[in-house]
């Protein structure tokens, strides 16, 4: 069982810049896919980022591309989220998420929520225009 922790969330200007961070308490983390999605009010659960294990992969949605970096730490079990140039619309509540990963999935497995099995409790990122 793999337990999610995340921290980092806050207010922030438009501009502005936020690191999340994940730990995770598993010690086999290092072969899970680690995943960063988000879901601002009435809207579904929508990917962010994941990098996968060893990084044979790391992917990301559009709209956070050449702005957002994903990054991990295997030796501290953590993922981190850096996020630069934040805008009104990343508003959200950002969730860290996990899964067992193999080297035969490729890139769209990742995108959707219902691949994930381990969950953080969500971090609210704010940005005000």
């Known amino acids: 069982q793999v337990q999610l922790v995340e921290s980092g969330g806050g207010l922030v200007q438009a501009g502005g810049s936020l690191r999340l961070s994940c730990a995770a308490s598993?010690?086999?983390?290092?072969?899970?896919?680690m995943g960063w999605f988000r879901q601002a009010p009435g809207k579904e659960r929508e990917f962010v980022a994941v990098?996968?294990?060893?990084?044979?992969?790391?992917y990301y949605a559009d709209s956070v591309k050449g702005r957002f970096t994903i990054s991990r730490d295997n030796a501290k079990n953590t993922v981190y989220l850096q996020m630069n140039s934040l805008k009104p619309e990343d508003t959200a509540v950002y969730y860290c998420?996990?899964?067992?990963?193999?080297?035969?999935?490729?890139?769209?497995?990742?995108?959707?929520?219902?691949?994930?099995?381990?969950w953080g409790q969500g971090t609210q990122v704010t940005v005000s225009s």
């Open positions: 598993d010690r086999t983390f290092s072969v899970y896919a």
């Open positions: 998420a996990a899964l067992p990963d193999r080297p035969y999935y490729s890139a769209d497995y990742f995108y959707s929520p219902r691949q994930y099995g381990y």
């Open positions: 990098r996968r294990w060893s990084g044979i992969g790391t």
